[in-house]
T-cell receptor, first 113, second 108 residues
């Protein structure tokens, strides 16, 4: 039973446009959400996070939106750059879980020149 | 900056061998994690540890064991390697989790 779902295996976006990556979850008790970026043959890199008490968090070109009623979060990248081409993972955390993360399957983002 | 170091980037072993994957972190973190990553399946937690000599099973512990004798080092052990354990293995520590570069393990 997948608690965190990324329904798009891949996404192709023109350079300079906005990239929107989506993530859905089923457990309303999740209290923290994170996005990671992964290049081939490297470990994932932490990108941005959001607490369940907020609905938006911004860091430079990256913004994460949380819609608790819909159990949905999204990562916006604007403007998209060639270096953003990577696999993006969404992850969720439960308080008192020893910092375990529940991961989505990932979305491969391809930025076209 | 947090540094998580995995001992090998690439490893090739034979079926039935005992395989050791080592992970070291340099920030005195209590929590450490071992995952495997397979295409289309995301990251699956094998084991984690929240303190020295403490370990907890993750989602797919079968065929694996771990050792945490010192805070900075978390080892993953494949007791008798099988071909279905061919995968990318990732170690992480802290929260948010910081990852090593991974070990691409092939079992022949």
């Amino acid at each position: 039973d997948q608690q965190v779902k990324q329904n798009s295996p891949s996404l192709s976006v023109q350079e300079g446009r906005i990239s929107i990556l989506n993530c859905d979850y089923t457990n309303s008790m999740f209290d923290y959400f994170l996005w990671y970026k992964k290049y081939p043959a490297e470990g994932p890199t932490f990108l941005i996070s959001i607490s369940s008490i907020k609905d938006k968090n911004e860091d430079g070109r990256f913004t994460v939106f949380l819609n608790k009623s819909a159990k949905h979060l999204s990562l916006h990248i604007v403007p998209s750059q060639p270096g953003d081409s990577a696999v993006y993972f969404c992850a969720a955390s439960l308080m008192d879980s020893n910092y375990q993360l529940i991961w989505g399957a990932g979305t491969k983002l391809i930025i076209k020149p | 900056d947090v540094k998580v170091t995995q001992s090998s980037r690439y490893l090739v072993k034979r079926t039935g061998e005992k395989v050791f994957l080592e992970c070291v972190q340099d920030m005195d973190h209590e929590n450490m994690f071992w995952y495997r990553q397979d295409p289309g399946l995301g990251l699956r937690l094998i084991y984690f540890s929240y303190d020295v000599k403490m370990k907890e099973k993750g989602d797919i512990p079968e065929g694996y064991s771990v050792s945490r004798e010192k805070k900075e080092r978390f080892s993953l052990i494949l007791e008798s390697a099988s071909t279905n354990q061919t995968s990318m293995y990732l170690c992480a520590s802290s929260f948010p989790q910081h990852f090593g570069d991974g070990t691409r393990l092939s079992i022949l």
